[in-house]
C-alpha cells in the first residue's frame, strides 16, 4: 500500500468514528487529523473538504452494509437478522446513517436507491411465487423489516431502556418477521 493510500484510509477510519459520535457539523478536522495521525491538510487535498470526507465515509458504509447483506427474499426473517447482527456490531452504520438524515438535505446514494429497487424486486418475485405474503406491497415490506432490524438500536422517548437480551432481541425479531411474511 502507498503511503498516500495509507493515509487516506487513516483518515476515513478516523472520521469514521469522528462523524459517528459528533455529526458532521460537530465533527472536528482537528480531531480528525490527530487521531488519524496526520497533518489536517491532508484531508483537503485528499477529499477537497470536512463535507467531502463524510460523503467518501458515507457511501463506503452504505457500501459495505450492502454487499455484506444480499437480501434472500425467500428467507426474510434471516435478512433481518443478519441486518441486526450487522446493528449491534457496527453501530456506526445507524449512527451515520442519522446524521446523513438530519444534517444532509441530499437522497441516498445512488447504490442506496439501486440496491432497495433490486430488494423490492426479490420481494415481488417471492410474493408472486407464493413464499411470502402479498397483503404488504413489496416497498412497504421491505420498510417495515428496515425499521423492524434496527430493534434496540434505537432509543425511543415513549420506552425506558429495554431489560431484554440482544438474544432475545433478535429471537423475537425473527418470530415477528416469520408472522408478518407467512403467506
Not at 31 to 56: H, M, P, T
Amino acid at each position: 500500500m502507498r503511503k498516500s493510500d495509507a493515509t487516506k484510509q487513516r483518515l476515513i477510519e478516523a472520521a469514521t468514528v469522528e462523524f459517528a459520535t459528533y455529526g458532521i457539523a460537530g465533527g472536528r478536522v482537528d480531531r480528525i487529523a490527530a487521531n488519524a495521525k496526520c497533518n489536517k491538510q491532508a484531508i483537503y487535498a485528499y477529499f477537497e473538504s470536512k463535507d467531502g470526507l463524510f460523503d467518501v465515509v458515507y457511501d463506503r458504509m452504505v457500501n459495505a452494509t450492502i454487499q455484506s447483506i444480499p437480501i434472500d427474499a425467500n428467507d426474510l426473517p434471516a435478512y433481518a437478522a443478519r441486518l441486526f447482527d450487522r446493528y449491534r456490531t457496527h453501530p456506526e452504520v445507524l449512527r451515520l446513517t442519522r446524521w446523513h438524515n438530519l444534517e444532509r438535505n441530499t437522497p441516498p446514494p445512488q447504490v442506496a436507491l439501486d440496491a432497495a429497487a433490486e430488494k423490492i424486486a426479490a420481494i415481488r418475485t417471492a410474493q408472486k411465487s407464493g413464499v411470502i405474503t402479498r397483503r404488504y406491497k413489496a416497498e412497504d415490506l421491505l420498510e417495515l423489516l428496515l425499521s423492524m432490524a434496527k430493534v434496540g438500536a434505537e432509543g425511543s422517548p415513549e420506552s425506558g431502556p429495554s431489560n431484554a437480551s440482544p438474544d432475545d432481541l433478535r429471537k423475537t425479531l425473527i418470530d415477528a418477521v416469520k408472522k408478518i411474511v407467512a403467506p
